[in-house]
């Protein structure tokens, strides 16, 4: 029995002692009056009773009633329950508060009380004061609590003739029982009655509605977060109005944290005085009125629920872990079945009628019911996880956190881990894990209801019967008699409080209540103690825990067939089968990855070892270690699977003999696992070998002998062998029956057993913790966990230990000093702090403590004395056989640096090489060695997978593409032992991540890098592999040194900048300096023409230089070798000018060839002959370069043969030129003078350019790009203005031409667009100029293509194996690197310009520095636009031309030389070889070349082999001798310097760079589409060549071939000649050639066979070729066969943008970034104006019927560059065409002129290559709005006729 009420308290306002107006509480009566023995009164009562302050109010309240909770500092609670109201102020009480009362009023009003207006009369000025009834309590019946303290109040109020006295003396001195569901009636003695129910069980916690109002005012995902934040140790704050709800919402939440009690600060009403209780460090459940809601704002980890508003603010601080998937949902769902039943019926048709809700008192028990559900889920085998230490005098339980949380597959839950990490659980596991104690609910729940909670996963309605089930049983644990008789208790009538009280709350008489409580004390003394009588049982365990969601483990499914592999490897290895067991290897180091297969091997093991010792030989040994090793390398340290701990007494088994008297123990060589050095793993394995013995220790001898199976961490449940806790629970039953001696003895035994495993624990860590070899003090930098216990876990994150801390282990592993730290101290540290926490725990004596850790030191020193003998010893071992290494072959003139070094390589993410998706076997990881040489980085090795057979795996990269090293830190693949490797990757998509061998000292490792650091980065260029090969510099010229020149150099430039800096004094020289490499070993030239000041330029400047460093004008060579220069003979091509003298200039050529900067003066980068209009002069182009960055002026690089418009290029502009007349137009300020003069220059020199263009603008007008400007259009009238066109949005460009007025489209089109930087041309206003018009376009810069490339690499080679293997991720790192998109944009902008040059416009392209983007745009727009650069000759052309001469950085972005290291490798070229690339794909048959004509210039522009792509410009190849070498000294065979060189050579040899399917059309201009989704992926990025390395060298790649499979030595009849090819592994194009190669070469075999010598492969293709033209079919109809006629026309003609023609006008079209094109395709503008006529025709002829209105026969000149050819003609009148064909009988038209396109027919002169014998008067042309026809016919009158009979059709039409 207990008290119901241990203490009554009277509390009234009383004045504050420091005079401020708020009042205080004063006890002013309390009984009884001394404290009782058990149970003192708590302090503090005044606060609580008043939580918001004791305040004066001016009317009267109605009374209040709520329970405060108070914790004592015994943890227990006291539950004050207080009624509280009010009373008139006396007048003495009211001088003091009076002035403060106004202010106080709203407040005092707020306390949380409901409001009734006052009706009472009462006074004007009158104020009331609050008194407080409190009754304290340590049961919680607040009802009886409410009817008690209401009912004295009534008998106050009422004035009943009650004595208080006698009540509250009744009320002290009642007793209830304290459980067990009984029922007791009292009553007061007031004529009243109540009756107390007890709760069934004690421990279930009584919750009354308080869980159902808590999920009504918050909803269930708050509820849900809070009950995790209780649960992981948040802090929670509850605000409210209302005092009692503020108790029941804690009551409510702790509710559903059972069977967990929270054991930190609860406080559900928290009084204003005490708020900085809020600030707390710790955990709390707290509850606060509202009206101190803003005293809460700047709690930033308080976790803030407010109940009134119903929401839950959880701080970004905070992370509240959620529940473990799918209880989340699951629990959810119920929840929202409980509290919304109409959810599941809302949308059915026809509604069953509404079952009535459940009452709120039993929907609380139903949502507890669902967290009683929740934690029987969560905790479902928890038992099986107990460790029992000691079972006497108390019972000592453990709980294996991580086997727990291992076995339900939760080992990376943060919920879980947090809540076993918590206070709470850990209460629960003392409480709980009694194994002999009385049970609850939940016992019974988590034991036999786990396999019903499962099946019913699926199915709610069996969830929802369940949770009722369980509601009911809790239902009736709080009320246990349902028929209660009603309770009888006095009320105060209605408003009673407002009816004037006659007197205030009497004060009462101790003496009586007192003499009541002593009566009802003595009484209770004399009557004798009620023993509650507790059922004690055995807790049942339940079944074995299952993972709470079944997952499969990836590829790691453990199926019988890999258990059987691991079986059948380990019975080979004990029966000596050594070759069987190499075999199977692989195989189960790969199974090994699953926890079935390690398992498996752990107990295959065990049944090796007999009294624990197995000696093995030393092959055995080696597979034993490497098996186990490949073991633990994947576990975490906390071993949640036990296999660290089922192998432990394994590695002190498994031995070797090393010679006599010396043995190797297993556990030598396992050392290297992050497992050994956690504490909490061997604390969890002390304990259970505790408890194993102590279970051996009361079990019956017969039982005995197989108790020691349960050491095998496998619980296998079976009925005729009891579990420990079974052991423990029967003990415990019989511990009260034992006698004291007997008691004694079990325990001294138990604790002895303890002790005698802790020395044996002492022992096994020394061996696991001590290295092999001592003296390196490798523990130490590896294991820096030893160092300090919370470090501990530093290495979770790698696989194994080194991994963390192997970089640097002197700055990181928490020891001073590597060397002079100690291990055996470290190790003796880790033990004895090991030896103290477990030994505490487990109640050993301090004796017996003692003793141990004197102990410990010697047990660590005489082991590390054995081990020193077995290091000497095993360091005599023969050492493994190694496979012996591969030497690579080497390109002429390439020498070997380092010799190899024995690595391995590892695999780096690319499926290929292990056998992904491709299929085939792992060719990764191979063994071999790394070589370096003065030109490559090569690995050559086999692969460690015996499945491959022999196979050579080849994997090099040329030494000057290293893009990034970093040393990495990895297992070896084979004995996985952690091993320092690198990891190099280079630009041209290769990855050498190596593993140095454990015979590779660290500074061999360390020279290794370093040689390859200097051979990446040499000082200078020429320390290069192309200049070292062979012969470095010829004896006739010296190699220059600095020293004739340098000082004066040095000075120079310095004096040089400081003159610019003060010549120009504007913005130009905050630029960045670009100061070409190796500038001391550099003359420099003079200026042309020094009449005008320093220049503006970003270089040295030339015009102050002196003579004297100049290039020598004696060398006669240079302006005759410029004349042969490439780029010159290519400007005769296109008719822009000649140089020889002979031919007098024609004035009328609109361009010349000016030799300007023949001396690099006036722009160094640029090359030394340039083509610039006719009408300026020389002296005038200075000038004129000054507005150019980097003095690039404006020169034309290319004409179109038809419409007669240039290309040009420059540098962007600097802030003067045009730009600078836009923005300043109309304020000249005085400075300006020069300035201007230099931009009037440029002004001229543009209108130069725009004046030497044909003009035939057409009468129908042509378009502008300009869509936007309709302000500054002027009507219709074309007027000279410049215009600014954005592209920046293509589709907006496109969608103002579908909608724009009429008025929007020019008449005129511009004579010249400038396309430049958005950027350069920010603010520009149109302002009336010249013909020419700016397009602004947003461009990348070459730090954006660097990151791009950046992110490709890593795309396409990884690095590392990717978390979802397949073709997603590897998209999507694709996409992130926006490559294509660069490549998209730059398709983009050179389309839009091929368009503009075709309809007749000059356009300059005027981007960054003049050498990247606009490099790459002009390069493929002149080979879009002609032919010529699709050959292999013209392409040539072309990268000598506009990339060699036109002075493209290669030495710059290539980063060549140590100067360079720091800017990086920056792809520009690569990324035009890879546009070029998407154009071939999409137009193969213009090509001459092939695709691996592209893919060897991309490899080799970074590879440094070849010369020509080396250095900045011209002037640096001149200055070291390059550029004019190859003419004095025709070299014999010596290695080619020139990159064309090699490939003219080999291209006699191998038709490898040549494209058979070329078949050009005359005049094509190809228009690509440009859409991301048009391009494809290069697979010169993702395709490589295992067998044999890149195959780019193509000497290193003709390996030996295999012999033919006829020829076997046994003479046996030849199997197959088929042959298994793999994708990665060899060479697709040697292996598998394609048709045409094929023949050729068996073509040169047949002839090297009969004697002959071959005839080279281009000669017998161009013969092949030349009969299938020729002949025609026997019946003169039909195609004749040819190879090359292509029927697809979207290869021949895929239009990006396109010009369509208007009633007004032509507009630009750009369809660039809509897939529309896609069907624009066939309509695009040349067909429809072909067609324009024809097609009205079609419908009615056949091909048969042709209308040949004329025919005959007439040469024709082609286009550009190609000859004259007779071809048979056919006028049609009705078809209004000129057709041709290659001879009569030919039924497949060559091509057609539509007559509607024909302008004029005039007569011709004969030009080049014309037939000789006609006269001069047979020749004629047509000119179309195309282009101009050439044609000649036999004689004279036939061409009069011709032309007669066109002349007619045109009429007619």
């Given at each position: 029995m207990a008290r119901l009420a241990d203490y009554f308290v009277l509390v009234a306002f009383g004045p504050h002692p420091r005079g401020s107006g708020e009042g205080q509480g004063q006890i002013l009566q309390r009984f009884p009056e001394k404290d009782w023995e058990d149970n003192p009164f708590p302090q503090g009562i005044e606060l609580f009773c008043q939580p918001s302050g004791w305040q004066l109010c001016p009317e009267r309240n109605p009374p209040t009633f709520f329970v405060a909770v108070l914790t004592d500092i015994n943890s227990e609670r006291h539950y004050c329950a207080c009624l509280t109201f009010w009373e008139p102020v006396e007048?003495?009480?009211?001088?003091?508060?009076?002035?403060?009362?106004?202010?106080?009023?709203?407040?005092?009003?707020?306390?949380?009380?409901?409001?009734?207006?006052?009706?009472?009369?009462?006074?004007?000025?009158?104020?009331?004061?609050?008194?407080?009834?409190?009754?304290?309590?340590?049961?919680?019946?607040?009802?009886?609590?409410?009817?008690?303290?209401?009912?004295?109040?009534?008998?106050?109020?009422?004035?009943?003739?009650?004595?208080?006295?006698?009540?509250?003396?009744?009320?002290?001195?009642?007793?209830?029982?304290?459980?067990?569901?009984?029922?007791?009636?009292?009553?007061?003695?007031?004529?009243?009655?109540?009756?107390?129910?007890?709760?069934?069980?004690?421990?279930?916690?009584?919750?009354?509605?308080?869980?159902?109002?808590?999920?009504?005012?918050?909803?269930?995902?708050?509820?849900?977060?809070?009950?995790?934040?209780?649960?992981?140790?948040?802090?929670?704050?509850?605000?409210?109005?209302?005092?009692q709800r503020l108790a029941d919402a804690c009551r409510g939440l702790l509710a559903l944290l059972f069977p967990l009690r929270y054991s930190f600060t609860y406080v559900p009403i928290l009084p204003a005085q005490l708020l900085e209780v809020l600030s707390t460090p710790t955990p709390f459940i707290i509850g606060v009125n509202a009206a101190f809601q803003a005293e809460t704002q700047e709690l930033l980890d308080v976790i803030v629920a407010d109940l009134d508003g119903g929401t839950v603010t959880v701080p970004e601080c905070v992370h509240i872990p959620p529940l473990p998937e799918p209880l989340q949902s699951q629990t959810h769902n119920v929840l929202s079945m409980v509290l919304d039943p109409e959810l599941e019926l809302a949308d059915l048709a026809f509604p069953p009628p509404t079952t009535s809700a459940s009452s709120l008192k039993m929907q609380d028990k139903e949502l507890r019911a669902v967290f009683l559900r929740l934690f029987a889920q969560l905790l479902q085998g928890y038992r099986w996880c107990l460790h029992i230490v000691r079972i006497h005098p108390e019972p000592v339980i453990r709980f294996h956190k991580a086997a727990f949380l291992g076995q339900r597959g939760l080992v990376e839950d943060d919920f879980l881990m947090k809540v076993l990490e918590g206070m709470a659980f850990a209460g629960f596991v003392s409480e709980r894990g009694v194994p002999y104690r009385s049970t609850d609910l939940f016992d019974e729940l988590v034991a036999h209801e786990v396999a019903r909670m499962r099946a019913d996963e699926n199915h709610p309605q069996r969830v929802l019967r369940h949770v009722q089930e369980l509601a009911e049983q809790l239902y009736k644990n709080e009320n246990p008699y349902p028929a209660v008789t009603m309770h009888k208790v006095q009320r105060p009538g209605e408003a009673s409080h407002l009816r004037r009280t006659p007197r205030p709350f009497p004060r009462l008489d101790e003496g009586t209540i007192q003499w009541i409580v002593d009566q009802a004390a003595a009484k209770m003394q004399s009557a004798p103690p009620a023993v509650k009588a507790e059922r004690k049982t055995t807790v049942p365990s339940g079944p074995p825990m299952t993972a709470i969601l079944e997952r499969c483990s990836g590829p790691h499914i453990n199926s019988a067939r890999r258990l059987e592999v691991v079986r059948n490897c380990i019975s080979y290895v004990f029966e000596g089968k050594m070759l069987e067991a190499k075999k199977l290897l692989p195989a189960v180091l790969r199974a090994l990855k699953g926890r079935a297969a390690r398992r498996c091997l752990a107990q295959e093991l065990h049944l090796h070892v007999q009294q624990n010792r197995a000696v093995l030989d030393h092959q055995q040994f080696d597979f034993v270690v490497r098996m186990m090793n490949c073991c633990l390398q994947d576990c975490t340290s906390l071993d949640e699977h036990g296999i660290a701990a089922a192998l432990l007494p394994l590695v002190t088994a498994f031995c070797r003999k090393l010679s006599p008297g010396v043995t190797q123990f297993a556990y030598s060589c396992v050392q290297e696992h992050v497992v050994w050095s956690t504490p909490q793993f061997w604390e969890a394995m002390f304990y259970g070998d505790v408890q194993t013995h102590i279970r051996a220790l009361y079990l019956e001898p017969s039982e005995d002998g197989e108790s020691p199976s349960q050491e095998f961490g496998e619980a296998q449940y079976q009925d005729d062998q009891r579990s420990a806790l079974d052991v423990a629970s029967e003990q415990r039953r019989l511990w009260p029956t034992l006698s004291r001696e007997k008691q004694q003895e079990l325990v001294q035994k138990e604790e002895s057993t303890v002790f005698s495993q802790a020395i044996h624990y002492a022992n096994r860590m020394s061996y696991l913790l001590l290295p092999l070899d001592s003296s390196k003090s490798r523990l130490l930098r590896e294991r820096a966990g030893l160092g300090d216990l919370e470090s501990a876990s530093n290495s979770l994150i790698t696989n194994s230990m080194a991994g963390s801390v192997a970089e640097s282990y002197d700055t990181e592993s928490g020891f001073e000093d590597a060397e002079t730290c100690d291990v055996a101290g470290a190790v003796v540290r880790f033990i004895n702090r090991f030896v103290d926490k477990v030994c505490t725990e487990s109640g050993v004596t301090s004796d017996h403590l003692k003793g141990l850790h004197v102990m410990v030191p010697d047990i660590v020193q005489m082991h590390i004395e054995t081990l020193e003998a077995v290091h000497r010893e095993s360091k005599r071992l023969p050492p493994i056989q190694k496979p012996k290494l591969l030497r690579p072959r080497l390109l002429p003139g390439e020498e070997c640096v380092l010799d190899g070094l024995r690595v391995y390589l590892l695999p780096d993410g690319r499926e290929a090489g292990v056998g992904g998706s491709g299929g085939g076997p792992a060719l990764l990881p191979a063994e071999g060695a790394v070589f370096l040489t003065t030109y490559r980085v090569i690995f050559t090795g086999m692969p460690t997978d015996p499945l491959v057979g022999e196979q050579v795996v080849v994997r090099s990269f040329p030494v000057a593409t290293l893009t990034k090293e970093k040393r990495i830190s990895v297992q070896t693949p084979v004995d996985q032992l952690l091993q320092d490797g690198l990891q190099l990757r280079s630009c041209t998509f290769q990855l050498l991540k190596m593993a140095f061998d454990e015979e590779v000292g660290s500074d061999s490792a360390e020279l290794f890098r370093k040689q390859l650091h200097k051979l990446r980065y040499p000082p200078d260029i020429r320390g290069t592999f192309a200049f070292t090969l062979g012969l470095a510099y010829t004896p006739g010229r010296p190699a220059r040194t600095a020293k004739d020149k340098g000082p004066s150099l040095r000075t120079l430039s310095r004096n040089l900048v400081k003159n610019a800096k003060k010549t120009i004094g504007r913005q130009y020289v905050t630029r960045k300096k670009y100061n070409p490499p190796g500038l001391e070993h550099r003359g420099q030239p003079p200026s042309e023409d020094q009449e005008d000041e320093i220049s503006v330029s970003e270089e040295l400047e030339p015009s102050t230089l002196t003579p004297s460093s100049a290039l020598k004008p004696s060398d006669r060579m240079t302006m005759s070798s410029l004349v042969e220069r490439a780029c010159c003979r290519d400007y005769q091509r296109l008719g822009l000018g000649t140089l020889s003298s002979s031919l007098s200039r024609a004035k009328s050529e609109p361009?010349?060839?000016?030799?300007?900067?023949?001396?690099?003066?006036?722009?160094?980068?640029?090359?030394?002959?340039?083509?610039?209009?006719?009408?300026?002069?020389?002296?005038?182009?200075?000038?004129?370069?000054?507005?150019?960055?980097?003095?690039?002026?404006?020169?034309?690089?290319?004409?179109?043969?038809?419409?007669?418009?240039?290309?040009?290029?420059?540098?962007?502009?600097?802030?003067?030129?045009?730009?600078?007349?836009?923005?300043?137009?109309?304020?000249?300020?005085?400075?300006?003078?020069?300035?201007?003069?230099?931009?009037?220059?440029?002004?001229?020199?543009?209108?130069?350019?725009?004046?030497?263009m044909p003009r035939y603008a057409d009468s129908t007008g042509r378009n502008t790009l300009s869509g936007f400007s309709s302000a500054h259009m002027g009507g219709h009238v074309p007027s000279p203005r410049a215009r600014v066109t954005t592209l920046s949005n293509p589709m907006a460009t496109s969608a103002s031409r579908r909608i724009a007025p009429r008025g929007f489209l020019r008449p005129q089109r511009a004579a010249l667009y400038i396309i430049g930087d958005k950027a350069q041309l920010k603010g520009v206003r149109p302002d009336p100029l010249q013909q020419w018009e700016l397009v602004p376009i947003e461009v990348f810069e070459a730090r954006q293509v660097k990151a791009s490339f950046k992110k490709l690499l890593k795309a396409c080679v990884p690095g590392c194996p990717a978390a979802e293997p397949g073709p997603a991720s590897f998209l999507r790192s694709l996409e992130d690197s926006e490559w294509l998109i660069q490549i998209h944009k730059l398709l983009q902008i050179s389309v839009l310009v091929v368009e503009l040059l075709d309809s007749g416009s000059s356009v300059l392209v005027s981007l960054e520095d003049g050498w990247d983007i606009t490099t790459q745009v002009v390069s493929l727009v002149q080979l879009l636009s002609d032919p010529f650069y699709r050959t292999l000759e013209g392409f040539r052309l072309l990268v000598e031309k506009e990339w060699l001469s036109f002075g493209h950085r290669f030495s710059h972005r290539g980063a060549h030389t140590l100067a360079g290291q720091s800017s990086g490798f920056t792809p520009v070229f690569l990324q035009f070889l890879d546009c070029v690339h998407q154009v071939h794909l999409q137009f193969p048959m213009e090509f001459e070349f092939s695709q691996f004509y592209l893919k060897f210039l991309g490899y080799h522009h970074a590879s440094r082999r070849f010369r020509t792509f080396l250095l900045d410009s011209d002037y640096e190849r001149i200055e070291l001798g390059l550029l004019y070498e190859e003419k004095g000294e025709r070299r014999g065979q010596l290695a080619c310097r020139s990159v064309w060189e090699y490939v003219d050579r080999l291209s006699k040899r191998t038709p490898m760079f040549y494209n058979y399917t070329y078949a050009p059309e005359d005049t094509e201009v190809l228009r690509p589409y440009s859409n991301v989704s048009n391009l494809k992926v290069w697979d010169f990025y993702t395709e490589e060549t295992l067998a044999e390395g890149p195959p780019y060298d193509w000497e290193l790649a003709q390996g030996p071939s295999e012999p033919p499979e006829e020829e076997r030595p046994d003479g046996g009849a030849p199997q197959s000649r088929r042959r298994v090819v793999w994708p990665c592994y060899d060479s697709r194009p040697r292996v598998q050639p394609d048709a045409i190669s094929r023949l050729l070469e068996d073509l040169q075999r047949l002839e090297t066979e009969l004697g002959r010598s071959p005839e080279r492969w281009k000669d017998t293709w161009d013969r092949v070729k030349a009969v299938q033209r020729l002949e025609g079919r026997p019946d003169g109809r039909g195609t004749p066969s040819s190879l090359l006629v292509s029927s697809v026309p979207h290869h021949r003609r895929s239009l990006g943008v396109y010009l369509q023609e208007g009633p007004v006008g032509s507009t630009l079209s750009l369809s660039l970034d809509s897939d529309q094109s896609s069907s624009s395709t066939t309509s695009s503008s040349r067909q429809a104006a072909r067609r324009s006529t024809s097609t009205l025709y079609s419908q009615f002829q056949t091909a048969e019927s042709e209308n040949r209105s004329y025919e005959g026969t007439l040469y024709k000149k082609g286009a550009f560059m190609k000859p004259w050819k007779a071809r048979w003609f056919v006028l049609d009148k009705t078809k209004h065409q000129l057709r041709y064909y290659d001879h009569r009988v030919d039924t497949e038209c060559k091509g057609i002129i539509d007559l509607a396109e024909v302008e004029a027919v005039a007569p011709g002169t004969p030009t080049m290559g014309a037939p000789k014998t006609v006269d001069e008067k047979a020749f004629f042309d047509v000119k179309t709005t195309r282009r101009v026809y050439n044609f000649c016919a036999q004689d004279v009158p036939s061409a009069q006729q011709w032309v007669d009979r066109i002349q007619s059709c045109l009429s007619d039409a």
């Open positions: 007048p003495t009480q009211e001088v003091v508060c009076t002035e403060d009362a106004t202010k106080r009023e709203e407040e005092a009003c707020e306390g949380g009380q409901a409001q009734l207006s006052p009706t009472a009369p009462a006074q004007p000025g009158q104020l009331f004061a609050p008194k407080t009834l409190v009754l304290v309590s340590r049961l919680d019946h607040m009802e009886v609590f409410r009817n008690s303290l209401g009912l004295i109040y009534a008998i106050h109020v009422e004035g009943l003739n009650v004595c208080l006295e006698n009540v509250i003396g009744n009320l002290l001195t009642c007793t209830v029982p304290l459980a067990g569901g009984s029922q007791r009636t009292i009553s007061l003695g007031a004529g009243d009655r109540q009756v107390i129910q007890t709760p069934l069980a004690d421990s279930l916690p009584v919750s009354r509605c308080s869980v159902a109002l808590l999920f009504r005012q918050l909803g269930i995902t708050n509820v849900l977060s809070l009950f995790c934040a209780a649960l992981t140790e948040h802090k929670v704050l509850f605000l409210s109005r209302s005092y361009f010349r060839i000016s030799p300007v900067n023949r001396m690099y003066a006036i722009c160094r980068s640029y090359p030394g002959l340039l083509i610039v209009p006719q009408s300026i002069q020389d002296n005038a182009l200075q000038r004129v370069s000054r507005c150019y960055r980097q003095n690039r002026f404006p020169v034309v690089c290319w004409r179109s043969g038809r419409s007669k418009a240039v290309l040009l290029r420059s540098g962007g502009l600097h802030g003067k030129g045009v730009v600078g007349l836009f923005k300043a137009q109309n304020a000249p300020s005085p400075g300006q003078a020069q300035a201007d003069s230099s931009s009037l220059e440029q002004e001229k020199y543009l209108q130069a350019v725009v004046n030497s």
